[in-house]
């Protein structure tokens, strides 16, 4: 990266976005300092974050996300506590640099997941799947580790602050997988000012760098992306599961139905597909099943919720992407070929630079013709 320092007015068009300034600077170094808390926080190059993705986010992609400059964050799921230490040490074997667990607050093995993550010397534990038990926070907080939690909402926020999380993500319902009822950008409104007292990282929707600036200009410290890894060169997705996601237009991205306010149905964004249509038809003849009295709510219930066990795996290791469950969010349209991570990243990066030097030339141009008027 070049760090020539170019006066405000140096004719910049022909250079990449990368060398051009932005006033006195040049802009990578106003990135650098728009970004600052975030990177001190994760120990890394550039503040973002691969967000965790059961079976893709395995050591593989975290390992290239981390090795990029980003901060790879590895998917724990359902595994076992062995399985997380030997997926931990697998990915110290593909990198030197910092990376991140993600640990299920509803997992039954929590408490033991979390001494996994203490032994291994795991630097930043990212609590996902509900507001995470006090005794948690606490438990990976005296190991020396950093805890990571979501907020979903300004109060939440708050009290994980006063619980002492030692960053929050807000995720809005644009993003891939569970999500909330809130927009990115209307979380990010509701929190952002209010919040000051840790690092606040945003995810759900962000495709491109433009994005990633916007958000920053907004205080945060660094952005969470899910969706735009998975057609890695690194990610080991199922080849189809990757070409449903080069495929696939923001609107294919859509959230899980529930029919029936009785029967709840825990909002899940996928691409449509045949499981996503099947889905509707069990909910339906459940339904009816339970009006006719044929079948207990408990049971309709679990016959509901058990509709999509595995069915994140058939997709994405087995390649079945029309009856399993293809988890994508809606810059899956921003998603049009495989790349590496690394190159990934670096255009992450370019176009932020270059949203940030067109913004400059803007302003510029403005004052130059309320200076001329
Ligand atoms: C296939 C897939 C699986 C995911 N699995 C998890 C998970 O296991 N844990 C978690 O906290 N978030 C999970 N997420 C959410 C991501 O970590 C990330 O926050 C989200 O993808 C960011 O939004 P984006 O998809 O718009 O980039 C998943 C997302 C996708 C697309």
Redesign the pocket.
């Known amino acids: 990266m070049s760090s020539a320092i170019a006066p405000a007015d140096t004719p910049t068009a022909d250079k990449t976005p990368v060398d051009k300034a932005v006033g006195a600077l040049p802009a990578r170094v106003v990135l650098d300092r728009l970004w600052r808390r975030g990177r001190a926080f994760l120990g890394t190059e550039l503040a973002i974050?691969?967000?965790?993705?059961?079976?893709?986010?395995e050591r593989n992609l975290v390992a290239a996300i981390s090795n990029g400059g980003g901060f790879g964050?590895l998917?724990?799921?359902s595994m076992k506590p062995e399985i997380l230490a030997a997926e931990i040490e697998g990915t110290k074997a593909l990198t030197s640099k910092p990376f991140g667990v993600?640990l299920?607050t509803m997992h039954p093995q929590l408490s033991d997941l979390i001494r996994v993550c203490a032994e291994q010397e795991v630097g930043h534990v990212?609590l996902?799947?509900g507001l995470p038990p006090a005794s948690a926070i606490q438990q990976i907080k005296d190991s020396g580790a950093k805890v990571v939690c979501?907020a979903p909402a300004l109060v939440l926020a708050k009290k994980l602050v006063r619980m002492g999380v030692d960053a929050l993500?807000i995720?809005?319902m644009?993003?891939?997988?569970?999500i909330g009822p809130v927009a990115?950008s209307v979380l990010t409104q509701e929190i952002l000012p209010h919040i000051t007292e840790v690092p606040i990282f945003i995810?759900?929707?962000?495709?491109r760098g433009e994005a990633i600036l916007a958000c920053l200009e907004m205080g945060a410290a660094g952005v969470?992306?899910?969706?735009?890894?998975?057609c890695a060169t690194e990610s080991i997705?199922h080849e189809r599961f990757k070409q449903a996601f080069i495929r696939a237009s923001a609107r294919d991205a859509v959230p899980s139905v529930q029919l029936d306010s009785r029967f709840p149905v825990i909002p899940v964004?996928?691409l449509a597909n045949e499981g996503s249509r099947r889905f509707l038809e069990v909910q339906r003849d459940v339904i009816e099943r339970f009006n006719r009295g044929e079948i207990a709510q408990k049971d309709a219930q679990l016959e509901i919720e058990h509709f999509w066990a595995g069915a994140?795996r058939r997709a994405?290791i087995e390649g079945d992407v029309e009856h399993g469950?293809?988890?994508?969010?809606?810059?899956?349209g921003m998603v049009t070929r495989e790349q590496s991570t690394a190159e990934i990243l670096t255009e992450l990066v370019d176009q932020a630079l270059g949203a940030m030097v067109a913004r400059g030339q803007a302003r510029r141009a403005a004052q130059w013709s309320e200076a001329g008027s």
Request: glycine share 22%.
């Open positions: 974050m691969g967000g965790a993705m059961t079976w893709v986010s964050v998917a724990s799921g993600n299920i990212v996902a799947g979501f993500v995720e809005g644009e993003a891939g997988g569970h990115t995810a759900g929707g962000i495709g969470q992306l899910g969706t735009r890894f998975v997705a964004r996928a994140l994405v469950s293809v988890m994508a969010g809606q810059s899956v």
